[in-house]
Each structure stands twice: as C-alpha cells, then as structure tokens.
C-alpha cells in the first residue's frame, strides 16, 4: 500500500480500524476493502466513490475500482478468500492517509500552552527548556511514543518531524516510528548559534551528529523512515553550519527542512544577521539548502523575489495556519504563495505550535 517517493504515498485509514490495515500493509498482506472511497488527486475537488473497493496483494495496490463489479473477479485473480474481504460498516469509508508537513515531536507536552508569546519569546520561554530534557531517553521514549500513537490515530500516516538537537533521542524517534508502522521525515535539529543556556551544539559537534545520524537512518534500509537535515532556522545556525549541512544535503541526496519568515521580528533579526544577504531565503540559498527537497515552514512574509527563488530551485513550503494564528505571528497568503511554488507541499493540521 505505499510506494517509493511521498506524493504516491498510499498507506490508508480507516475511520476506526487505522492499525490494522497500516500494520497489515507493512506485512506484505493481500486483502480486499469494500465501501466508501474518498481521495482526490488534485487540490479539488474530492473524488468520492460510494461502494468501490481497493485490493492490496502483497503490501501494493493491484485494483481501485468504482463499483464492486469485479469483485468476484479480482478475488479469483489474486486468490483472495472471503476471510480477507472487508465490507466498511455504516459511517465508515477509506481514505489515503494524511501527511503531516510540519511537526515538532519534542513539543507534544506543550501543545496548548504559550499562546501569551509570539515567537521568538515563545521559543525561550517554553519551546528550548522543554527541547533541553530530551538529553533524557525514558523522557523522550515517553513523549516520542505517545505522539507517533496519537497522529496515527488521527489519520496522520506520513509525517516530517523536528526532533531536537540530541542524536541518542532522534534516534529514539525514528525507531518508534518504525515500529510503530508510520511513515516520517525525522530532523534532528542544528542549533549553534545564540542557543540557550545547555541547549546548543558546537559546529563540528552538529555536523558530526547529523552526518552519522544520516548514516544510521541510510544503514536501516527502510524506505519507511529516512533523515531529514533540520537546521532549526538562520538565527539558530551561522552561515559556516548552514554551509555545512548544505554539502551534506548534496552529498547524501536527502531532504532539508526549516523555517522561514514566521514572524516579523524574526524577519528583521535575520536582515540585521546576514547582512550580505538579499533576504530571508537568499540566506538558505547562499548555504545552497534551497533544493527540490527542501521543506520551508511558515513563509508568511515571504516576498515575491524569495518566491520566485523558491520556485526556481523546486524548494516547497508548509503552510501551518494553526501555528500562525496561535502565535498571532500572522497570516500567511496561500493563494499568492502557491502561485509560485508549485511543488508546494501543504498543511500541517493539528495543533501543536512551532
Ligand atoms: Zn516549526
């Protein structure tokens, strides 16, 4: 039920019966499910089909169809027994899984809290004391467990996580999503520029970290579950680092991932730090992390020279309009943005603040 890159991604959930088919696809199962399918291969509209059916031989799809003509068929074709064919009951319907672009793992404990700050005090005041205990395994064992659980109970089959600084407890999370059956993007976070008092990393420290937490990932050998390099955003990494991780993105050929124009104040601090640079994305492009894989959260004030850069290099953007307004750091014209960027990713849904 899933395929090799993320937009073909097909690791389905059913309304109350999500672990058994996600388990079940990543066991090289055979199965039929009848009913309600709601998909869409496009941004709209939806497509529904009142009482289709999909057939999964051996963890991939072999059929979508619109009604269940075939159904006798396709279960001779595949030697598929009645055991194995299961009819949605009322309410219930079948739907690609939903991929979460942007996600802090570390921050589940604080979802709900701090909407008294806008972001850059937020970070301080409640974002890097609570990132600072995940040096502690049992403590990130806990809190890594229970959020992976809790988005695929919601439906969140696919997602691209910041970690924090720590390699041991990156680790931890991307072997519970592994176990756990999701498929993720884990970040482990570079910070080592203005960082907090016992939250921070020198150069080498964080590219040495990364580069053998890439190596781990790559030596796991499941395409389930791969490394993203996260530096946290261009006023928690200098340029030599962003450098750095920018030759790694190249040499392993893997995905990037940060932040950029949340907040106007953070604007304005990146324009007062990187002087030389044109603006807020020339800083990342400068440190080449502008890819065709590189995820960009926020962009709410993005200008039109950055977009026209963004879409020049194939670099998309996660809208996270939940955090925008929570942290009252703005909102973010999706219209114009996607315009420009068409590789767009999307939406991150819940309501975990970044
Ligand atoms: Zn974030």
Known sequence: MRRSTVCKTYLFYISNLTYIFIVQTNYNTTFIIVGPIVHSEKISPLTIIENGLIAVVKGKIVAVENTTANLEKIKEQ???????????????????????????APQYPNAGLGY???????????????????????????????????????????????????????????????????????????????????????????????????????????????PIITPRFALSCDMELMKKLGDLASQYDVHVQTHISENRGEVAAVAQLYPDCKNYADVYDKAKL??????????????DDELAVLAARGSSVSHCPNSNTSLKSGLCDFQTDQCWCQSWVGYRYDGICD
Not at 78 to 104: A, N, W
Not at 167 to 179: G, K, Y
């Open 78 to 104: 595949y030697s598929i027994t009645d055991d194995f064919v299961y009819t949605l009951g009322e309410g219930e319907f079948v739907m690609p899984g939903l991929v979460d672009t942007h996600i802090h």
């Open 116 to 226: 008294d700050k806008q972001l850059l005090d937020w970070l301080q005041i409640y974002t890097f004391p609570l990132e600072k205990k995940y040096s502690d395994l049992d403590f990130a064992t806990k809190v890594y467990e229970a959020i992976v659980k809790k988005t695929l109970a919601n439906g969140t089959t696919t997602a691209t996580y910041f970690a924090t600084i720590h390699l041991s407890s990156s680790e931890v999370l991307a072997d519970i999503v592994a176990r756990l059956g999701q498929r993720a993007f884990i970040g482990k976070v570079n910070m080592n520029y203005d960082t907090p008092e016992g939250y921070g990393e020198t150069t080498e420290e964080s590219y040495q970290n990364t580069e053998d937490f890439i190596k781990l990932l790559k030596s796991q050998d499941n395409d389930l579950v791969m």
């Open 290 to 303: 502008l890819t065709k894989k590189t995820v960009l959260a926020h962009g709410v004030y993005l200008l």
